[in-house]
């Protein structure tokens, strides 16, 4: 994946887990990356990894959820590198309040599906909306989000979420169709249970999802670098004839056509 040396890059949260991964990843292969997250001491520690490497991060404090903070990260990344060609979304909110707060339909709470929803699907939505010109500006770019199997699973758990990862397939979607012409490709990864030393992709407030053993064919849980790569192949140019596409890159814990 040669062809992401100097390849102007937004990460839209980059401070622990998949998306630092995928930071460390594109710095050491010749990217110039804007490395944004909402988590200022994890951005801090993050650093000293992405130093000394073929390519150049910067990090960015910046919250998914105000679009003012959007329209900063993308004004940040045109002003520091002269444009962008790539976009990668691995936020969501998976913090311990909102996922215990998010219970069966039966105790809904719309300010929570709203928070939810703000987060991980209209959050992307204006990025990709803020980013876009600048991609049609550069000749076309990459846009790679994280989703979720809980998307398809129909759990008895967290509705909410598992709803906002439809939606944001479905985004996913229609960008790919609208941006295909301006050679923007547009695709997602569901990465199954990810194991991070950094911090837990799942909060202790949901017991039985942290627990969960792996019961996906490999009988492991995945480690961040492992959804990194297939985050960096789909920003690259060697994924050039996919778009539309959410990857079942789980290790087997769902196999899907």
């Not at 804007?34 to 150049?56: S, T």
């Not at 909110?93 to 300010?111: E, F, G, I, N």
């Not at 599906?113 to 770019?141: D, Q, T």
């Not at 194991?195 to 999802?209: C, Q």
Request: hydrophobic letters at 45%; one cysteine or more.
């Amino acid at each position: 994946m040669q062809d992401l040396a100097d390849k102007r890059i937004i990460i839209g949260g980059g401070a622990t887990g998949m998306g630092a991964a995928l930071a460390v990843r594109l710095v050491k292969l010749g990217a110039k990356v804007i490395v944004g997250d909402r988590n200022a001491e994890g951005l801090q520690k993050l650093q000293p990894e992405l130093e000394g490497q073929a390519g150049k991060a910067i990090p960015f404090v910046f919250d998914l959820s105000d679009d003012a903070s959007i329209e900063a990260i993308v004004r940040r990344c045109v002003d520091e590198f002269g444009g962008i060609d790539g976009l990668a979304i691995p936020a969501a909110d998976t913090s311990p309040a909102t996922m215990a707060a998010d219970d069966t339909v039966l105790k809904m709470d719309p300010a929570i599906w709203e928070r939810i929803f703000r987060i991980n699907v209209i959050g992307p939505g204006m990025l990709m909306k803020a980013a876009i010109p600048h991609m049609v500006k550069a000749g076309g770019g990459n846009i790679a989000v994280v989703s979720s199997g809980a998307a398809y699973l129909g759990m008895h758990y967290v509705p909410g979420y598992a709803s906002s990862k439809a939606a944001l397939n479905a985004l996913v979607r229609h960008t790919a169709r609208l941006c295909g012409p301006d050679k923007i490709r547009v695709n997602g990864i569901y990465p199954g249970r990810v194991v991070n030393d950094r911090k837990p992709n799942v909060p202790e407030a949901r017991p039985e999802i942290v627990n969960m053993p792996a019961t996906n064919a490999l009988r492991r849980h995945a480690v961040p670098d492992e959804a990194a790569r297939i985050l960096c192949f789909l920003l690259s140019d060697e994924s050039g004839w996919m778009t539309g596409q959410i990857i079942a890159a789980n290790g087997g814990s769902e196999m899907r056509d």
